[in-house]
């Protein structure tokens, strides 16, 4: 089983605008987020997928790996266009402002694959309880319910599942946005029209689950900080 990662950058993002080029200890936030993943020794291969000459050139004059893709609206139809001439059998997607991902949820993803020997699920990705109100309530904290077996049910930016029955202890998870996909589900997705539940959440992972493809939840201990926002980028420096 081959199994490559690739970090999917753009430059402008819409909440913070060249956030991957911001510096973070001595290094960008992109160049730190590669390092760490090719220093997990989980990868065949580890490479950037970018639209911005910036971001490749970045990359590339410290020795790393990225290719120029198109503009695409969602980083799953970026790196499918990046490794639709790649040989191998599963592709995760490390978002590149997730700097400080450790190797141990990276590895609990592979071995969803390993383990699946009828090849039932499509992709897998994490989750980590939220205990916070001002965390659960934030919308950039995108929430996920699954059914009993671990398979994603829905995301939401908004508050789910609503907590009407207040005597009963409901519990809360932040979906932290890395994936590992089956190359085939991952180009079957590219091929398919945005979908109206995605477009409304502006949630690309909702397309999967609107076609009928199986997203299998890990939780996580793992306690990082994704850089939406520049007071993310103060918290990021502060964990440093």
Known sequence: MK????IPARYNSTRFPGKMMEILGNRTIITTTYQNVVETGLFDEVFVA?????IFDEISKNGGKAVMTGEHETGSDRIAEAVR???CDIVINVQG????????PLKQLIDVFAKDEKKEISLASLKIQLKESEEIQNPNNVKVITDNNGFALYFSRSVIPFHRELSYNVKYYKHIGVYAFRKE?????????????EISEKLEQLRYLENGMKIRMIETDF??????TPEDLEKAKMLL
């Open 3 to 6: 199994v490559i990662a690739v």
């Open 50 to 54: 970018t639209d911005s000459e910036i």
């Open 85 to 87: 001439n790649i040989d």
């Open 97 to 104: 402002d997730e700097p400080f991902l450790k190797k141990e």
């Open 185 to 197: 589900a991952l180009l079957k997705f590219s091929s398919l029209e945005m979908t109206p539940m």
């Open 223 to 228: 306690v990082g900080i994704g850089i939406d």
